[in-house]
């Protein structure tokens, strides 16, 4: 009987969990007067996304955050793989030290030092850059954590024999630890790219034209144009058109998603 | 001295493999914070046009700001309302997810989908559910015969539909941890449990439990930063209103730096927020730390 009413409940908690999803992508389709309306009527129309098309550059946003989030995650992945290795493998004078400062970073975060950063980006002289933006994320604590984990379940042994073969160092990380480590990459790169996709308050801050502004600021500026609830059609589809590429990437990709991070050895 | 030499080859590459992330996390992590930690001592806003040297002033005047202890009683009661909602209810998520038999995808993809969805698009949606006459949870209202309630408008009400909003946000992402927890507890456990017909809720108790306690406080620093990070919505949703009702540290912060340029201001409440989160963190982590089972 308990066990009923808790499946019941979890697919209840299913639903409610869906349903701001499929009234924003409802309402993006409604004709604007019946946007605000629960009137079950056949009316739908792509009106909404023509007009937001044609009122912001969202083109040029989709490009801006493109170039952010792959930058990002291409530093991302070099910086953490060094530095996994480093902690993960070998001995060395100062771990311990080193490895306290990367714990600080995981809780105390880029994004909480959003006014101190502006000062060192105003003192590179980097403000409203696609450089700046991504800058303070080059070094990932969480990226570095991650591998390390993974890279410590990987027997030296491995290592040792590719060693015999006459591999270098770097040829030993590329060809061993690195392909061991998909999962954790693509659970890694999955996460840093959905945040990054999404980061906001730091991009508002430092950019301030087209060239530069990410889509989730572009979207906040077109949303904040409209001073009643009489435009709900068109904010709405702004909105969906701004989380339709990530969602559609993870609705395709969730099962390899889930799995690598379930396999990423994330404790 | 062979063996000293190859230690101190160990040495220099390991330093050189932690460089690039060292140089970054010098850059935007322990340069700013003390940078920051200086210019708190010091009075520098619009009217000051070099910043000057006036000590506690700034840390004095805040203790005085009536706005500033708002500011953190509220993140303190968001943090109180989301951390441990969100992190139990990650774990039901996982439990059943990781069991239900019928549409096992569907079930995860719905509690992980707002996940991938940014703060600032849940804001949008989350404004329309909100709104008093037109938004969803209105209509819902009237089915049940309530009365219409201004959630967002409203100072006693704005902070539960903040809580609400940002628990369904973030449950998903902290599920899939408690996912990955799940896969690494032995089967035979579970054999061994069953054999000796213990009940679900003794095995959940004695076994499931324990043994995800590593996750349980992982997840909890995650959800515990995450209070003071996200404050991305407030922009769009009450931008900390009515009457600072709504508002958050960091969203505070971001006005004095921006909206009012007091930076003399906003670095020594950088500073406060910057020790608490340390303080917390090393209590989960010293506090925590013994009574987990490392498996």
């Known amino acids: ?267 | 001295m062979g063996e000293l030499r190859a230690k101190w080859k160990v040495n220099m590459y390991a330093w050189l493999l932690l460089l690039p992330s060292l140089i970054f996390l010098l850059l935007f992590t322990f340069y700013p914070v003390i940078q920051t930690f200086i210019l708190s001592f010091h009075q520098a806003d619009l009217g000051s046009p070099e910043p000057f040297f006036n000590g506690i002033d700034n840390y004095k005047q805040m203790v005085e700001d009536e706005v500033f202890w708002k500011v953190l009683t509220n993140n303190i009661w968001f943090a109180i309302g989301t951390v441990p909602t969100s992190v139990a209810l990650a774990l039901g998520m996982a439990l059943f997810a990781n069991k239900a038999l019928r549409g096992k995808s569907f079930i995860r993809t719905a509690y992980f989908y707002p996940t991938v969805v940014p703060m600032i698009a849940v804001a949008n949606i989350w404004l329309f559910i909100y709104t008093p006459e037109y938004g969803a949870l209105s209509h819902v209202m009237e089915w049940f015969g309530k009365g219409d309630m201004n959630w967002l408008g409203d100072q006693k009400n704005v902070m539960w539909a903040m809580i609400f909003m940002v628990i369904w946000k973030e449950a998903g992402y902290f599920m899939i941890f408690y996912l990955a927890g799940l896969q690494n507890i032995s089967q035979e456990l579970y054999e061994s449990a069953s054999m000796e017909g213990a009940s679900s809720w003794t095995v959940f108790r004695r076994i499931t439990f324990p043994l995800l306690m590593p996750t349980t406080m992982f997840v909890s620093i995650i959800a515990f930063t995450n209070s003071f990070k996200l404050v991305d919505h407030l922009v769009i949703m009450t931008k900390g209103g009515p009457d600072n009702a709504s508002n958050l540290l960091l969203y505070y912060i971001y006005e004095t730096a921006f909206s009012f340029w007091d930076q003399g201001m906003a670095s020594a409440l950088t500073i406060v927020m910057v020790v608490l989160l340390l303080l917390v963190a090393a209590f989960q982590f010293f506090g925590m730390d013994k009574k987990i089972h490392y498996n």
């Open chain 1, 1 to 267: 009987m308990l066990r009923k009413i808790t499946t019941v409940g979890m697919y209840g908690l299913a639903v409610l969990w869906l349903f701001p999803l499929l009234w924003a992508v409802w309402t993006s389709f409604r004709p604007r007067e019946l946007a605000t309306s629960w009137s079950l009527s056949a009316d739908f129309t792509l009106d909404n996304f023509a007009k937001v098309w044609d009122a912001a550059p969202f083109d040029q946003y989709y490009i801006n955050t493109f170039l952010i989030v792959t930058g990002i995650l291409v530093a991302q992945m070099i910086t953490a793989t060094l530095a996994a290795y480093a902690f993960a493998k070998l001995q060395f004078w100062g771990k311990d030290v080193l490895f306290v400062l990367f714990l600080v970073q995981l809780m105390v975060p880029a994004d909480i030092l959003i006014f101190p950063n502006y000062n060192v980006l105003r003192d590179l002289s980097l403000l409203d850059t696609k450089i700046g933006i991504m800058l303070p994320y080059f070094a990932s604590a969480f990226g570095v954590f991650l591998l390390r984990q993974t890279f410590k379940t990987i027997p030296h042994e491995l290592e040792e024999a590719a060693r015999m073969e006459g591999c270098s160092w770097f040829q030993i990380l590329w060809r061993v630890y690195v392909p061991l480590a998909k999962p954790t990459y693509i659970a890694f790169g999955l996460v840093s790219v959905s945040y990054h996709w999404n980061n906001f308050m730091w991009p508002l801050i430092i950019t301030n034209s087209v060239e530069n502004r990410p889509l989730t600021v572009g979207l906040a500026i077109f949303a904040q144009s409209f001073e009643t609830g009489a435009q709900w059609a068109e904010v709405s589809a702004a909105t969906v058109m701004v989380i339709f590429p990530l969602l559609l990437a993870f609705l395709l990709f969730q099962r390899q998603f889930i799995n690598s991070f379930i396999h990423s050895g994330v404790k």
